[in-house]
């Protein structure tokens, strides 16, 4: 389970997804605490995150668990940078060097802290560096609608992790509108949008603007000439009209699916595609029409495309994960032995990465499930499973009951409803005192083959040695139903009554009576027993009312419950 978590947290990672992707990762070390390479990975998504006190926290817990690690102080050092603490940041970096020598990633981070703590003692800086500094700048970009989609973008969060590094490399950015917009943020000053809103303007711009600039004179403003309307040309007109017509091919594919007129529908989406290669709900479409008709193939082919598509078009993680959840579907589909569904659950799992959906998650159960049940048609021996259990009744005799154990169970494996080796296995089990797990093999024994005394014998054994004396009277009682006359079953039976009787005499240590009685205390059936309010009168009436109490006993169902509390050691009579 803690590789399953590690390897979707490495997905989202790569995918750019670093917010889920430290989620993952947080819950494979809930699952393995000790595994320094999980806190290396998230420490990673921390930092990219730009959360570098976590992402410290965790490059420290990576460095005390394996401090031989070299990548453990590459995460060190880059979250170290994160801080500004960059004397520590060379530390880290030196001390990983030590390890690995020639390891490149040290190397540079060395070099780029080195250049770092020169370039802040050195006397040119950036006017604006220093505000990517501050411990809010993370739940600023992240308020605002607009900057934090930038954050889901992994070019703009390594140019954000560079300027944190070196507040200097700001000036190679400020071509990029978005560091525009992310500077007209963290400064709150008003900033025109792309869609023409604007930023509510709360500091005056003299206070953010270099001290040095304040001193130049602003030029007269140019009086702009009045703009005639910008005239939408031809080109984009030619684009919005495909677009439009392909939402009325989608919609007419889509009544068409409706009617279950498939091959109409395929024309449609198709039209679709060819005029808008920008929607891939089109193809996603077009694909659960392919479903349909139990073309898989095709199906697969259009959810491939869809993906592909997506990624490149930084299309809604939605529908990625619809397409990868109708790849997933039509390749289970198409599977026909266990090794087949193996595609079908990665592209579950991947789906679920991409958005975390109940039907996703309940598909990619069901495939694991037919998965698992293949495998075991596949391992399906008679042959082989009867060979196992020779081996393990030579083990039983020979006292070998750890080994005996495991031949029995790839017996089971081998052929999972013979009755015979559950009754076997279950006799090991006794005889290693693991009574519970005897007598679940019991259980299955009996639930397999009704009428096999075995089954009967091996289950009572284990309710006498629990000291259940009348749950196992009752089990060899049952099994003499099947076979009146089996010697076993018959002594079994002997013992219990001999048990019960010794109890209901008195003839019981204390300590075994106070074992017996604190057992007996938490059986269901003793508890609803001793609650039932007629019981208690029943009991009230022993004490103090022998006669009435006599009467009580000419009732078969009262009756009955008396003796349970008996054999439980709960009521003693003399």
């Known amino acids: 389970m803690a590789e399953e978590a590690k390897a979707k947290g490495n997905a989202a990672f790569s995918a ?8 993952f990762f947080s819950d494979a070390i809930d699952l393995s605490p000790t595994n320094h390479v999980l806190y290396s990975n998230r420490s990673a998504a921390y930092a990219s995150l ?15 668990l394996k401090p031989d690690w070299s990548k453990g102080y590459s995460r060190l050092g880059a979250a170290h940078v994160g801080l500004g603490n960059l004397e520590d940041a060379i530390a880290a970096y030196k001390k990983g060097l030590e390890f690995d020598p020639n390891n490149e990633a040290l190397k540079t981070g060395l070099l780029d802290a080195q250049s770092a703590a020169r370039s802040r003692s050195g006397p040119a800086s950036s006017p604006f560096g220093n505000i990517f500094q501050g411990p809010d700048v993370w739940a600023k970009l992240t308020a605002d609608p607009t900057t934090r989609a930038y954050l889901q973008q992994p070019d703009f969060l390594r140019m954000l992790q560079d300027v944190q590094r070196n507040p200097n490399n700001i000036n190679m950015y400020l071509m990029d509108q978005r560091m ?7 400064l709150n000053i008003k900033a025109r949008t792309g869609t023409g809103e604007e930023m509510e303007r709360e500091v005056p711009m003299s206070e953010v603007v270099p001290p ?13 000439a009045e703009r005639e309307p910008m005239e939408i040309p031809d080109e984009e007109k030619e684009m919005r009209q495909r677009k439009a017509e392909a939402q009325k091919e989608k919609e007419a594919g889509n009544a068409a699916y409706k009617k279950k007129e498939f091959e109409t529908a395929i024309q449609h989406y198709s039209k679709a595609i060819e005029l808008d290669d920008a929607d891939i709900s089109f193809l996603t479409n077009r694909a659960a029409v392919y479903m349909e008709m139990g073309k898989y193939e095709d199906c697969i082919k259009d959810c491939d495309k869809a993906v592909e598509r997506g ?3 930084r ?3 939605k529908m990625i994960a619809r397409a990868l959840t109708r790849k997933g579907t039509a390749l289970a589909k198409l599977a026909k032995c266990s090794k087949d569904y193996e595609p079908a659950i990665e592209a579950f799992q991947k789906a679920l990465t991409e958005h975390r959906n109940p039907e996703t998650l309940k598909k990619l159960n069901d495939a694991e499930k037919a998965k698992k049940e293949l ?14 259990r020779e081996k393990g009744n030579e083990m039983f005799k020979q006292q070998k009951y750890p080994e005996a154990v495991k031949h029995y169970t790839e017996a089971l494996r081998r052929n999972p409803e013979d009755p015979k080796v559950y009754s076997n296995r279950a006799a090991c089990y006794t005889k290693l005192g693991a009574l519970p797990e005897g007598l679940k093999d019991a259980e299955k024994c009996i639930e397999l083959d009704p009428t096999f005394s075995k089954g009967y014998t091996r289950k009572g054994a284990v309710q006498f040695f629990m000291k259940e004396y009348d749950k196992a009277l009752e089990t060899y009682q049952e099994g003499l139903k099947h076979d009146p006359n089996n010697q076993e079953l018959l002594d079994g039976v002997r013992r219990c009554v001999e048990q019960i009787n010794k109890a209901n005499r008195g003839d019981i240590s204390p300590e075994d009576l106070k074992e017996r009685q604190a057992k007996g205390m938490q059986d269901p059936e003793i508890q609803n027993i001793l609650s039932d309010p007629i019981m208690r009168q029943v009991l009230v009436d022993f004490q103090e009312n022998p006669k009435s109490a006599q009467d009580h006993l000419k009732n078969p169902q009262v009756m009955h419950k008396i003796q349970k509390l008996v054999s439980a050691g709960i009521v003693q009579i003399k």
């Open 50 to 64: 730009l959360r570098y006190s976590e992402a410290l926290t965790d490059a420290q817990k990576t460095v005390d």
């Open 375 to 388: 495998e075991q048609q596949e391992y399906f021996d008679p042959k082989i499973a009867d060979e196992e």
């Open 212 to 224: 040095e600039s304040k001193k130049r004179p602003e030029p007269e403003p140019v009086k702009e």
């Open 16 to 23: 750019g997804r670093f917010e889920e992707a430290a989620g």
């Open 311 to 313: 990624r490149e078009l």
């Open 180 to 186: 525009m917009q992310v500077l007209g943020v963290l």
């Open 315 to 317: 299309s809604d993680f």
